[in-house]
Every structure is written in structure tokens, then in C-alpha cells.
């Protein structure tokens, strides 16, 4: 088992930037590959950034790419998620995930956070 607490979210102007967190515990944080994901209200979840064990592997969804950097702590069973230029249409519930492998597919991921609501105004 795996617990995850995600924390930083809150309201933003666009244009700002916020770094949101994911504390791990349980199973061992440093041989699972991390992900966030994001759901808005009305719409299905969907894939964010990913990383693998090492931290060498990230992938991200055209969305935010070049605007969100993934990384992650092993020494603090941490995983990260550094937001620039946040846009009104980043508001979502941002979840992370743990996985055997970095995914940008849903089912690939065994536990999941409760979640942290990122507003963004315009």
C-alpha cells in the first residue's frame, strides 16, 4: 500500500506560477514511477506529467509542456509539480499517482491522492 497526500494548490492569477507537492508513504516511493493527472468539473481526468524512479524519464501532455516541470525527491519520498504561466484553463483538481512505470494512461496507476484544487482567474 501506498499513501499519497498532495498539497499547494489554491487560487492564482493567470500568468503566476505555484509548485505543488506529493508526499509519499507506505510502499517504497523510490522504485515507482510518479504521475499527475488533473480533472475539472464536467470532464474526465486526464494525464498531466510523469516521471520514472530515477527521475530520468518525464513525460507531459502537450498542454503544459515547456510551462510544467515534474520532479521528484527520493530522500523525502516527494514528487513534484512546478506550474509557470498558469492559463484559467489549468483549473482542476491535480491528483498524483504512483505506477510501476511512468504512463500517461490512467489504469496504469495503482494509488492515488485525494487531490488539491488549483484555481486559476482570469
Known amino acids: 500500500q501506498m499513501q499519497l497526500v498532495e498539497s499547494g494548490g489554491g487560487l492564482v492569477q493567470a500568468g503566476d506560477s505555484l509548485k505543488l507537492s506529493c508526499a509519499a508513504s507506505g510502499r517504497a516511493f523510490s522504485s515507482s514511477a510518479m504521475g499527475w493527472f488533473r480533472q475539472s468539473p464536467g470532464k474526465v481526468r486526464e494525464f498531466v506529467a510523469a516521471i520514472s524512479w530515477s527521475g530520468v524519464t518525464r513525460y507531459y501532455a502537450d498542454s503544459v509542456k515547456g510551462r510544467f516541470t515534474i520532479s521528484r525527491d527520493n530522500t523525502k519520498n516527494a514528487v513534484y509539480l512546478q506550474m509557470n504561466s498558469l492559463k484559467s484553463e489549468d483549473t482542476a483538481v491535480y491528483y498524483c499517482?504512483?505506477?510501476?512505470?511512468?504512463?500517461?494512461?490512467?489504469?496504469?496507476?495503482?494509488?492515488w491522492g485525494q487531490g488539491t484544487q488549483v484555481t486559476v482567474s482570469s
Open positions: 499517482a504512483a505506477a510501476n512505470q511512468p504512463s500517461s494512461r490512467l489504469y496504469a496507476y495503482d494509488y
